[in-house]
């Protein structure tokens, strides 16, 4: 599976982007979605992840209730009320899931990794 994310960009404090991750030439349909990302010097963390059904979601305390995770046949991250903290490569990745409340939080849960969309704050 070749993910593909975009949407990326730079932004001011407080506004808002939202990002897309889809896949050339099939479907999400079978697979599980997260975003992660990764701030220059640190680990990649996960931000937030979206079961196959949609029915589940699930998101780092420090995107809860700013962020929006969704899917039809590509997954969205509603990204709001930006901080510079925020600053960092996102990543969407998928997993094959047999069951679709199924919905992985760890990075070693996933299988396909996109190319990274840089998304830059600034305050």
């Known amino acids: 599976v070749q993910l593909q994310a975009s949407g990326g960009g730079l932004v001011q404090a407080g506004g808002s982007l939202r990002l897309s991750c889809a896949a050339s030439?099939?479907?999400?349909?079978?697979?599980?979605m997260g975003w992660f990302r990764q701030a220059p010097g640190k680990e990649r963390e996960f931000v937030a992840g979206i079961s196959r059904g949609g029915n589940m979601t699930y998101y780092a305390d420090s995107v809860k209730g700013r962020f929006t995770i969704s899917r039809d046949n590509t997954v969205y991250l509603q990204m709001n009320s930006l901080k510079p903290e925020d600053t960092a490569v996102y990543y969407c990745a998928a997993r094959r899931a047999l069951y679709r409340n199924y919905l992985p939080v760890r990075e070693y849960d996933y299988d396909y990794w996109g190319q990274g969309t840089q998304v830059t704050v600034s305050s």
């Open positions: 030439g099939r479907t999400l349909s079978a697979y599980a």
